[in-house]
């Protein structure tokens, strides 16, 4: 007997057969484990010759992170804080470069290579090992004698912090490479049409970058927020991480590493539910165009 | 207008003073200057960018009397490669380079035939539950590795599969380990971009679903293949986080790893390094910067090759793929 399906039932069918691989990864890799770490943080995992041996204790774990733990919690803030002031910078020193790689001009396949080529090298453990010998910033801020030149015209307290904030740009402008392509391509796909239009209107280069370019990037800034986001939170030399870790293997300490873990996914989300909804007035009025 | 001086020898004498070719003259001296400041801008900004590789190749052929003098800041007096001949047999390069290649080349080739499949899916198909899944995809994303490191860990090693290379390649074949879903995601803009005409066409052919994704869809889909590729593979190179959970012993350790743990000859070596349980209390000995350099430049030497060979087809397929959402 044939088979018989109607179109739509065999449009579901298909659709499932090929998202059917990432649930069964998603269940196995994801959502398991999610899980059971979310038992774990509730347990005391003690390690003994069966295997595991779980130990419920309630929100002991929980509660020890915000009272108990004297490292955890700096760690934490100074994760966050260092967020918000890396994300802005990345994002307005990727739009730049996306736009100044926009143009059209001799060489400009080979500049992109280069603008991209910190992805390559100043990543992960490459980056990390660089951080050790100081290499992250360029000798031109704090080296030489600007301080000494510039005290004459800014006053001392200031000029030390604007030093300190445009060496640590030498890391803003590695972190940037994925984010300038991505808005490299989402420059690409705006009509040159609108800014002949607006010329044709008289407006001003800076008038068709905010009326035109920038309303049509958004859903990109959007992306890139998140994007830049994450990777903040799991960067090499993040501190968190590294101390659940310590928690893991140096001290078996399961259920609280558990509880970290889950404390710290919580906050994140709380950030990236709070980008959403500051973007979801300017997304919405895109979709209404 | 080929070429604007043939244009401008080409008027008649009297159009030569005519205000508007003039203009035009002007506006072109003009623009030169703006394109020497743009350039100088670039140029400047490409610095930054290269200043890591220079810097560490130029460290890594330094010898000792080199860092001691002042005189010297870029360039070594004498080419010497000791560094390298020593970074390279402390870190047992091969063996790394092994683990390495097997790590991010298995992990990358299986995340695009997984990733493109299922982002087909995604893009292409409407079926109950659709939001759903979606949202969980997006969730994947932003779950920080952390957070589920330690069942992960155990479901791995309950399967025996600590120092294998499997932790990495099983779930890259499910579209899942590292930025698996920012993969899907990538894969999902770009196959929405396609027109369908394609497909109906395939089908009216009498084409199956899967056939005409595997003959006519994916074989589409390589610039989005070469962007995933080259992202897979550098990050599964440089990321030492999993690897520091799943190659617990030594001779399983990838280059990330092995440079992690080199600090020079003098120094202990990466396989002291994970038999000593914390490396302060005994006291480190004075890193060889140098070699440790030399380290690194030995082991991002191999993803540099190839990010020189597909560099080109990579930035043209960042403009056709569209690696962002609309």
């Known amino acids: 007997m044939k088979f018989k399906m109607n179109m739509r039932k065999r449009h579901i069918m298909e659709g499932y057969s090929f998202i059917m691989l990432w649930i069964v990864g998603f269940m196995a890799f994801m959502a398991i484990p999610l899980g059971r770490s979310i ?3 509730f347990q005391n995992l003690s390690p003994s010759k069966a295997g595991l041996v779980a130990e419920y204790v309630g929100t002991q774990h929980f509660r020890a992170a915000f009272t108990v733990d004297v490292q955890f919690l700096p760690l934490l803030q100074s994760t966050f804080t260092n967020m918000l002031t890396h994300v802005p910078l990345v994002l307005i020193f990727a739009m730049t ?16 290579g280069i603008f991209f080529l910190p992805v390559i090298i100043a990543s992960g453990t490459t980056l990390k090992k660089l951080m050790e010998q100081g290499a992250t910033n360029l000798p031109i801020f704090l080296d030489y004698d600007l301080y000494n030149m510039l005290r004459l015209f800014i006053p001392g307290d200031l000029l030390i912090n604007l030093l300190t904030y445009a060496d640590a740009l030498t890391m803003v402008m590695w972190d940037a490479g994925v984010q300038t392509l991505i808005f490299l391509a989402g420059l690409q796909t705006i009509s040159p ?4 239009a607006a010329k044709c209107d008289g407006a001003t280069k800076w008038e068709s970058f905010w009326k035109i370019t920038f309303p049509m990037i958004m859903p990109m800034i959007l992306v890139n927020t998140l994007f830049t986001m994450v990777s903040s939170f799991t960067r090499a030399d993040n501190g968190v991480m590294d101390y659940i870790n310590q928690r893991v293997f140096a ?12 404390i710290y996914f919580v906050l994140i989300f709380i950030m990236i539910g709070i980008v959403f909804l500051l973007f979801r007035r300017s997304l919405s009025s895109m979709e209404g165009r | 207008m080929a070429n604007p001086q043939q244009f401008i020898n080409n008027l008649k004498v009297s159009d030569k003073i005519n205000p508007a070719v003039k203009f035009y003259t002007i506006k072109k001296s003009k623009s030169f200057v703006g394109n020497l400041f743009y350039y100088f801008v670039l140029l400047s900004l490409s610095f930054v960018f290269l200043y890591p590789l220079l810097y560490m190749v130029s460290k890594s052929l330094m010898q000792t009397w080199d860092v001691a003098d002042a005189t010297v800041r870029w360039v070594p007096h004498q080419l010497n490669f000791h560094n390298y001949g020593v970074a390279f047999t402390e870190m047992k390069y091969w063996q790394g380079l092994t683990n390495s290649t097997i790590i991010s080349l298995g992990s990358a080739l299986l995340q695009i035939v997984s990733c493109s499949l299922i982002g087909y899916g995604f893009a292409r198909y409407r079926f109950p539950l659709y939001g759903l899944w979606f949202v969980l995809l997006i969730f994947t994303f932003l779950v920080p590795p952390q957070t589920i490191v330690v069942p992960l ?6 399967l025996g599969w600590i120092n294998t290379h499997l932790p990495f390649i099983v779930p890259a074949a499910f579209g899942h380990g590292l930025q698996g879903a920012l993969f899907i995601l990538i894969f999902i803009q ?4 396609l ?6 066409a395939a089908r009216i052919d009498g084409a199956g679903a899967f056939r005409t994704y595997w003959q006519i869809m994916f074989p589409l889909g390589r610039p989005a293949m070469i962007t995933v590729f080259l992202f897979s593979i550098v990050w599964h190179w440089n990321d030492n986080f999993q690897p520091s959970l799943y190659l617990r012993l030594p001779p399983f350790y990838n280059l990330a790893q ?5 600090y020079g000859k003098a120094s202990m070596t990466a396989d002291q390094m994970s038999t000593s349980v914390s490396s302060g209390a005994i006291g480190m000995a004075p890193t060889v910067m140098n070699q440790m350099m030399a380290g690194v430049v030995l082991s991002v030497i191999p993803i540099l090759i190839l990010y020189l060979f597909v560099q080109r087809y990579f930035v043209e397929s960042i403009e056709r793929a569209g690696i962002a959402g609309e």
Request: aromatic content about 24%; proline content about 2%.
């Open chain 1, 193 to 196: 049409a609108l800014y002949e």
């Open chain 2, 258 to 262: 092995r440079m992690n743990g080199f």
């Open chain 1, 251 to 262: 001290e078996n300490n399961y259920g609280y590493a558990s509880a970290l873990g889950w």
């Open chain 1, 39 to 41: 038992y774990y943080s």
């Open chain 2, 190 to 193: 770009f196959y929405r971009r």
């Open chain 1, 97 to 112: 470069s996306a736009l100044l790689l926009n143009r059209h001009f001799r060489g400009r396949m080979l500049f992109r």
């Open chain 2, 153 to 158: 860990y155990m479901f791995f090693s309950d």
């Open chain 2, 195 to 200: 027109p369908a005409v394609l497909e109906e």
